[in-house]
């Protein structure tokens, strides 16, 4: 499976963006997928996450109410919508898929490049 994410930039906070993650080949039926950010100097961290299905999403606790995860099947594409940006929102986004929702970034086995996040007070 290959993961590209896009939709990153420059927002002012309280500003919106919308990142997609296109993926092409095995497991878009029947594999999860989520969005981790990594701030400079630190670890990835989850954000956000989506079944196969569509039906099930879980947020960390920061992004419940700003963000909204979900999957276009027929464009294969997961999308996370962030609104009410903060500037600790700030990081390189990436999109990863896993055999379910999964928090850590252990249990997820492809990663797309990463889309680069700034948001500025």
């Known amino acids: 499976v290959q993961l590209q994410a896009s939709g990153g930039g420059v927002v002012q906070a309280g500003g919106s963006l919308n990142l997609s993650c296109a993926i092409s080949?095995?497991?878009?039926?029947?594999?999860?997928e989520g969005w981790f950010r990594q701030a400079p100097g630190k670890e990835r961290e989850f954000v956000a996450a989506i079944n196969w299905s569509g039906s099930t999403t879980f947020y960390e606790d920061d992004a419940k109410g700003r963000f909204t995860i979900s999957r276009d099947s027929a464009k294969k594409l997961v999308v996370l919508q962030m609104t009410n940006l903060k500037p600790e929102d700030t990081g390189v986004y990436y999109c990863?898929?896993?055999?379910?929702?999964?928090?850590?970034?252990?249990?997820?086995?492809?990663w797309g490049q990463g889309t680069q996040v700034t948001v500025s007070s």
């Open positions: 080949g095995r497991g878009f039926s029947t594999h999860a």
């Open positions: 990863g898929s896993a055999p379910g929702i999964f928090t850590v970034v252990s249990r997820y086995d492809a």
